[in-house]
Structures are given as structure tokens and as C-alpha cells.
């Protein structure tokens, strides 16, 4: 009698990407569907914009009314939390280009040696790093109210790319995932 074990694609101690990338694609295109729901002007999908915008500018964005507008309504959070996710994908492209082009250190690429170095840190150190950039948020909230978008668009970007590396270095398994061939 032959036994049948049923083989998967994540191996013993490495999670599933999938949810990762889940939540990055939620964070990304949650603002930008809520303008375009309320631009419809449709009863329930209009609704559902408006909602959306409310929840997210309410509890999960410091400034609402730095916001890009898409068909004259302004996307769900500021420009600062919107480039935040742009940075979180961008971390994601960055790390998996680095770990996964092994070819890369012998020829002593920068960004090589710096993702290297990061994951090499103590988790916790990563973190006081990543954290870094969010604290000019609260330099710039408190003490430039007047700051133009681009700078909030900057100031996003490099704290979501800080974020995406992190989140990148502590799910389970990510950094020694071989890439597959097809």
C-alpha cells in the first residue's frame, strides 16, 4: 500500500506570500477606489466610497486635507500615507531583487551591501531604524503644516520603503526563498 503525502508549494516554516502581497494591494488601491466609488455617484457604491474615505481619513491618517484628488474628491488618506504604500511595494521589489540575485555580491552593488547589512541586524534594530523616517512625520505635522505634496510624497515613499524591507525581513522564510523556475 503506497502512502500518499500531498506536497505544497510553502515549505515547513516559511509562510505564504500571498497574504503579504494581499495587504500591500489593499493598502495601495484602497485610497484610490474610494474617490473613484464616490465619482460614480451610484446609491450603494457611492456610498461605500464616502464610507471608506471617512474610516480611513478618521482613524488611520494624521492629515486628510493633504490629499490628491481624483474626479473632485479627495483619495481616502494624504498624500504621506498613500506614498507610504507606494514605499512598502517598493521595499518589496527592492528585497526580493537583492536576496534573490545572488551574482550581485561579487560585484559589490550598493544597495546589495545595504540590504545585506539590514538583515544581518537584530530584528529589533531593524525596526528602530525603520522607524526612523515616520518620526519626520510627526516633525512635519507638528512643525511644517504648510509642507508642499511632493515633500509629503517624499517623506511617504521613504518610510513605507523602511517598512516594506522590514515587514520583508521578518515574515518567515521570505529572505531564504529560492526563486522558482518555469
Given at each position: 500500500?503506497?502512502?500518499?503525502?500531498?506536497?505544497?508549494?510553502?515549505?515547513?516554516?516559511?509562510?505564504?506570500?500571498?497574504?503579504?502581497?494581499?495587504?500591500?494591494?489593499?493598502?495601495?488601491?484602497?485610497?484610490?477606489?474610494?474617490?473613484?466609488?464616490?465619482?460614480?455617484?451610484?446609491?450603494?457604491?457611492?456610498?461605500?466610497?464616502?464610507?471608506?474615505?471617512?474610516?480611513?481619513?478618521?482613524?488611520?491618517?494624521?492629515?486628510?486635507?493633504?490629499?490628491?484628488?481624483?474626479?473632485?474628491?479627495?483619495?481616502?488618506?494624504?498624500?504621506?500615507?498613500?506614498?507610504?504604500?507606494?514605499?512598502l511595494w517598493g521595499g518589496w521589489f527592492l528585497f526580493q531583487h537583492v536576496t534573490h540575485r545572488q551574482h550581485l555580491s561579487k560585484s559589490g552593488h550598493f544597495f546589495y551591501q545595504a540590504?545585506?547589512?539590514?538583515?544581518?541586524?537584530?530584528?529589533?534594530?531593524?525596526?528602530?531604524?525603520?522607524?526612523?523616517?515616520f518620526l519626520l512625520w510627526v516633525l512635519e505635522i507638528t512643525l511644517w503644516r504648510t509642507a508642499p505634496l511632493t515633500v509629503l510624497l517624499f517623506n511617504g515613499i521613504q518610510a513605507g520603503l523602511m517598512a516594506g524591507l522590514f515587514f520583508c525581513s521578518i515574515w518567515p522564510g521570505l529572505h531564504i526563498r529560492k526563486p522558482t523556475v518555469q
Open positions: 500500500m503506497n502512502t500518499y503525502y500531498p506536497t505544497t508549494s510553502v515549505q515547513r516554516g516559511m509562510w505564504p506570500t500571498w497574504p503579504l502581497k494581499t495587504f500591500f494591494t489593499i493598502l495601495f488601491f484602497g485610497p484610490i477606489i474610494a474617490p473613484l466609488f464616490q465619482a460614480t455617484g451610484l446609491p450603494f457604491i457611492a456610498d461605500t466610497g464616502a464610507l471608506a474615505h471617512n474610516v480611513l481619513s478618521l482613524y488611520i491618517c494624521p492629515t486628510p486635507a493633504k490629499s490628491y484628488y481624483l474626479f473632485a474628491f479627495p483619495m481616502a488618506v494624504c498624500v504621506r500615507c498613500w506614498a507610504a504604500t507606494i514605499g540590504i545585506q547589512t539590514f538583515l544581518s541586524w537584530h530584528w529589533i534594530l531593524r525596526l528602530s531604524i525603520t522607524l526612523l523616517p
